[in-house]
């Protein structure tokens, strides 16, 4: 069974940057499509980054466009979300989930628990 952990999250100043990162384990992990998604209170899950198991194609959300990047070590299964000048609106708990496919509306079958991302203006 495929088991994604989330870790890295923490409170930061505005301006500040995390990395997060998301282990897997019970997988080929070369195989997935990783993606990065987040709630913030009151508001539904949001995309925020995907990359594919050849570690080269990626795609961002526009809110974050330009200040996170996102990359992944297929030989120790994680992937790592760098986020830099974190905005209050960055707030959020932050998941990783796994993908069979590139496409845009692919379904994410594996979910983690989540890490709280908090950022003070």
């Known amino acids: 069974q495929v088991q994604l952990v989330e870790s890295g999250g923490g409170l930061v100043q505005a301006g500040g940057s995390l990395r997060l990162s998301c282990a897997a384990s019970?997988?080929?992990?070369?195989?997935?499509?990783i993606g990065w998604f987040r709630r913030a209170p009151g508001k539904e899950r949001e995309f925020v980054a995907r990359?594919?198991?050849?570690?080269?194609?990626?795609y961002f959300a526009d809110s974050v466009k330009g200040r996170f990047t996102i990359s992944r070590d297929n030989a120790k299964n994680t992937v790592y979300l760098q986020m830099d000048s974190l905005k209050p609106e960055d707030t959020a708990v932050y998941y990783c989930?796994?993908?069979?496919?590139?496409?845009?509306?692919?379904?994410?079958?594996?979910w983690g628990q989540g890490t709280q991302v908090t950022v003070s203006s």
């Open positions: 989930a796994a993908a069979r496919n590139w496409a845009t509306t692919a379904p994410y079958y594996y």
């Open positions: 019970g997988c080929t992990f070369g195989n997935y499509v």
């Open positions: 990359i594919h198991w050849n570690a080269v194609s990626t």
